[in-house]
């Protein structure tokens, strides 16, 4: 059993991760010498085309399912293709994120745009002179979130997950290296970063919508799910101002990122109480975003225990 067990990590770690890292590679030559609105549409075609297929999706559905009890299953598969569309749309546009527009005011031409509501919030942010740390989800594309914050002045350092697979690890860095102030990984080492990026007074970007094993239980569309308390203990210790941000696909290569008011941090004095109350007031934001574009989350997350 041992050696079976030793000789699929093997034929993983010397065939299949670099197979796949050449396909990426590929793939990702391929949108980078399309025009973003081709790249985004044929990202879109090839996930919406394949993805429904893998057996990744049932995770989705099943999870669609318990959260929409009341839709039948056309309605089911329908936001399992709207989804898989817009991660393969994330995965085309990723290549030209540096060279995408954005306004606050009057519309920007160009085959993208990428809208703000709610600036007003990132300024007064700034101007209270503490850290920010901004907050968001699998939605939309999560990705154009660094160009608002940019825009605004502040420069994110952002808190993500390694790939599995080094090499493809290293494609994904590259095409975030020009629009953040840095990339911070999730672990031991990611979480000295993160103090030490607000200790200088820098501002973090985090992700927070993904299951955490050793995470505390928050309640999640009604069912406790393990979420990272660290969101809400770093802004606790470092008196930041917490900003939740979301983006909203509004079709092709056009984007609204919404930033609402600051959330409020909870400091009672027990410190589990509360990271729980604070994150339990974060991930009720997601869920609100979620209900408005549930085909623009990504719910291939194991997101519950079970």
């Not at 949108?31 to 044929?42: G, H, K, R």
């Amino acid at each position: 059993m041992a050696s079976r067990a030793a000789w699929r990590r093997r034929f993983t770690h010397y065939l299949v991760r670099p197979l796949e890292a050449v396909i990426l590679h590929l793939l990702h030559a391929i949108v980078s010498i399309l025009p973003v609105t081709a790249a985004s549409a044929l990202g879109g075609a090839l996930a919406r085309a394949m993805g429904p297929r893998l057996g990744l999706s049932r995770r989705a559905r099943k999870s669609i399912g318990r959260v929409f009890p009341e839709l039948d299953a056309a309605a089911v598969e329908k936001l399992v293709r709207e989804m898989w569309d817009n991660l393969g749309r994330v995965a085309g546009e990723m290549p030209h994120l540096p060279h995408m527009k954005v306004f606050d005011s009057d519309p920007v031409p160009g085959p993208t745009q990428v809208e703000i509501l709610g600036r007003e919030h990132v300024d007064d942010a700034v101007h209270r002179g503490k850290p920010i740390i901004f907050f968001t989800a699998h939605i939309g594309n999560w990705e154009v979130a660094p160009l608002v914050s940019l825009r605004c002045g502040v420069l994110l350092h952002v808190v993500y997950r390694s790939a599995n697979n080094k090499w493809a690890d290293r494609l994904f860095l590259a095409g975030r290296r020009d629009v953040v102030g840095g990339m911070i990984p999730k672990g031991a080492e990611g979480a000295r970063l993160m103090i030490k990026a607000l200790q200088a007074g820098n501002s973090l970007g985090m992700l927070v919508d993904q299951k955490m094993n050793d995470g505390i239980a928050v309640p999640f569309f009604g069912r406790e799910a393990m979420t990272a308390p660290a969101l809400a203990q770093l802004a606790a210790r470092y008196d930041c101002t917490v900003l939740p941000a979301w983006v909203e696909r509004l079709g092709g290569v056009r984007f609204r990122v919404r930033v609402e008011p600051p959330l409020t941090v909870s400091s009672g004095g027990d410190r589990h109480a509360d990271a729980l109350a604070t994150m339990t007031a974060v991930n009720a934001r997601i869920e609100a975003w979620i209900r408005q574009c549930p085909g623009q989350w990504l719910w291939l997350h194991r997101r519950w225990p079970d």
